[in-house]
């Protein structure tokens, strides 16, 4: 009897580009069709990558044979529904897009999704070209539960980045800060309130500002609980630096009304060049890069966080982290996104981040567009 | 990938996410109007524990 949670399994991928049924039909030891004739219903919470799954369904269900239903949900929406849905025992959906840096523990500890490690090891439900080795270290730690399964698959990691602009920079006769004294420091001196200019922007929205505060945080090497998840650190001496880090750009540096602030209103400021420096996830880009869209696209910076070399204070970015996975017991089913010709795919659509380490690479959405090219002073260009 | 490298995950891996957020948002809010960063802290840490525990506890 074939279930309908093996489906998946087999078309990882797929829904890529052409190139890569090519591919596929080289390796005729693998049955692409073995599931022909199936159903499955996709719950996708809405972003770019969602989208790119979209453009390729045809693709996958000429290639497998199985006919997919996909619909895509705001995510603070996509959420709670999903979660009431399996709680109900009665998921409308056979797969679909957990955000784990939410929910992991609530679908950890409910056991909702199958776990995909058996699947992995057999040949016969994963291609042989899915290269599972290649998906980061991080993601698939993020993956696993605290029991040991992995019920998910990784597809984006929404890496935290200062985009800043370049040419506002520069008119100040600035460069990027190198230490967080000096990131305060500059967001002050680009702030110019009679000419509507502001040196930072950052969500200050109650629940979606908690992220800008956690990066501070997580730059002092501390997370916001004990491991072992039982005990609040959040009124330690480094919360309370970055804290007042976060205090002082918000009150000084950033624009009137940022206390409504959610990732949206920063983007729209920064893309009309009204702020200098605003810390939030890479997967935020593509518009501010698109000259159609944006005032500032030929002078955005995009800097990642490593370590601030001169007071040893390490800057990790923070991640929301954006998986597939199999529900249960309806139809448990496997990812038919994360594969290799998949993050190519993003990648040429540009929605960047993504977990594999083949496919991490940002990609410049315009022939102009260069990376910073020094690593100096501890910021990974 | 650097920055994989050295990233981590931005929220507690609890199941009260939302209402972890909430609360420390409300005393980010309070920061913004000028309250004192270690006071609003200590009064949003009092608050959630409990829930916290509550959660573990289930």
Redesign the interface.
Known sequence: MIWRRDILRVSTGLLAAPAIVTAVGAQSSFDWRQFKGQHIEVSLTKNPRSDVLQRKQKEFEDLTGITVGAEQIPEQRQRPKVALEMASGHPSFDVLMVSLHVSKRLFGSAKWLEDLRPYLANPKLTAPDYDFADIGAGAVQTATQADGRMDSLPINPDLWIVYYNKALFKEHGLAFPDSMDALLEAAHQLTDKSKGTYGFGGRGLKNANVPVWTSWLLGQDQSTVTPDGKALLTDTARAVWAAELYQKLMRDCAPPGSIGFNWNECQTNFSQGTIGMWLNGVGFSAPLLDPKSSKVAGSVGLQSFRKDRRHNIRLASSMRWRFLSPARPRAPLISIASGPPAIRSWRRCRAPAPARRRGSAFIPTRPSYKPTSSAKNGWIP | ???????????????P??E???T??????N????SD??G???K??AT??PV??KS?AA
């Open positions: 990938m650097q920055s994989q490298k050295v990233s981590a995950p931005g929220l507690p891996e609890i199941i996410v939302t972890f957020r909430d420390i948002g409300i005393a980010l809010i920061l913004i109007a000028g960063a270690a609003e802290l200590r949003a840490t959630f524990q916290l525990d573990n």
